[in-house]
């Protein structure tokens, strides 16, 4: 199978990137590094069946040669890039994906598009199934990121009606491990930078909302399953162990065997409350759950930040 990935050298793309050389594919990884780092995929470059290439997949995307699938993966994802590049955030998630579908089109490929738990907003569902339309601020500073990837779900599936083309839309629930950056903004690479730092860690509110955080292992593990389970709907793929974010920054401080205080700051505009997936669509149509505990997988998160962070 040949593959594109759109955001290859991010955080998912870049795991993504390894799993399909590992299943024999070849892969063509497509980046503007605008958050992503082309030392995510350096390694693989010696990989004969591995090829990188800097491209905006918000211009008209050509693509030489067969294509099989095309993974979508391409967009600012934590609120840190979004609000930085709200435009950038948009484009991609709308003409971005009109690009990537018209390849497809073209190619007789299929998609899967990397959709998120933010298209069902502060919801008033918990948990969140995939039937559970969201309750989305649609002009709010998190509006640029839910709204794109909600018009991306909508576009995938019109081009799936329309055309006949092959689809799959994951819904990414919170995703952590090795590779994250730094200073992306979310809370697991937040905490573990200022733990190892001897910095405070930085607690918005009273902590009291929740996240669900899924090993970036399982989550690739789904992805794969879905891409080979024929169906067309969205899917959740994420960890239902539900954590405030107080614990979780208690969590992170202990493993990092840090005595950094815990200081609290206002919460951003828009910040889900809840965030918890339900995943009874995962386990039915891909016999697939989460392996990793989150205990487990911060422990491995911090034991490879650690040497880099620390």
């Known amino acids: 199978?040949?593959?594109?990935?759109t955001g290859g050298s991010g955080f998912l793309g870049s795991h993504l990137c390894r799993r399909l050389l590992a299943e024999g594919c070849d892969v063509l990884c497509l980046d503007s590094l605008l958050?992503?780092?082309?030392?995510?995929?350096?390694?693989?470059?010696t990989d004969e069946?591995?090829?990188?290439?800097?491209?905006?997949?918000?211009?008209?995307?050509s693509v030489d040669g067969e294509v099989d699938?095309?993974?979508?993966?391409a967009s600012p994802a934590s609120p840190v890039d979004y609000i930085e590049h709200p435009l950038e955030?948009?484009?991609v998630g709308a003409i971005g994906t009109w690009c990537v579908l018209g390849l497809a089109r073209a190619k007789g490929a299929g998609v899967l598009l990397a959709s998120t738990s933010e298209v069902y907003g502060d919801p008033?569902?918990?948990?969140?199934?995939?039937?559970?339309?969201?309750?989305?601020?649609?002009?709010?500073?998190?509006s640029v990121y839910d709204e794109a990837k909600r018009y991306a779900e909508a576009l995938t599936t019109a081009y799936h009606r329309t055309h006949d083309i092959p689809v799959r839309i994951v819904r990414i629930f919170n995703t952590f491990g090795p590779r994250m950056r730094r200073r992306d903004g979310r809370a697991v690479p937040n905490f573990i930078s200022q733990a190892l730092s001897g910095e405070p860690l930085t607690v918005?509110?009273?902590?009291?909302?929740t996240r669900s955080l899924c090993y970036v292992d399982d989550l690739i593990e789904g992805i794969w399953r879905l891409l080979n389970s024929g169906d067309a709907a969205p899917v959740n793929i994420g960890n239902p162990e539900e954590v405030s974010v107080l614990a979780l920054a208690e969590m992170i401080r202990d493993l990092a065997r840090s005595d950094s205080e815990i200081v609290f700051q206002p919460?951003?505009?828009?910040?889900?409350?809840?965030?918890?997936?339900?995943?009874?669509?995962?386990?039915?149509?891909?016999?697939?759950?989460?392996?990793?505990?989150?205990?487990e997988g911060l422990e491995r998160t911090v034991d490879w930040a650690r040497p880099l962070w620390g």
Request: proline share 9%; charged share 25%; aromatic share 10%.
């Open 35 to 45: 958050t992503g780092t082309e030392a995510n995929v350096t390694e693989l470059l």
């Open 89 to 91: 955030t948009l484009k």
């Open 124 to 142: 008033k569902v918990h948990p969140q199934p995939e039937s559970y339309w969201g309750n989305v601020n649609p002009i709010g500073p998190r």
């Open 49 to 61: 069946h591995f090829t990188f290439e800097r491209c905006d997949v918000t211009e008209f995307l």
């Open 204 to 209: 918005h509110g009273d902590g009291g909302q």
């Open 267 to 295: 919460r951003p505009e828009d910040d889900p409350e809840l965030r918890c997936p339900d995943i009874t669509r995962a386990r039915s149509i891909l016999g697939w759950e989460p392996k990793v505990s989150l205990s």
């Open 1 to 5: 199978m040949r593959a594109v990935i």
């Open 69 to 73: 699938w095309i993974f979508h993966f």
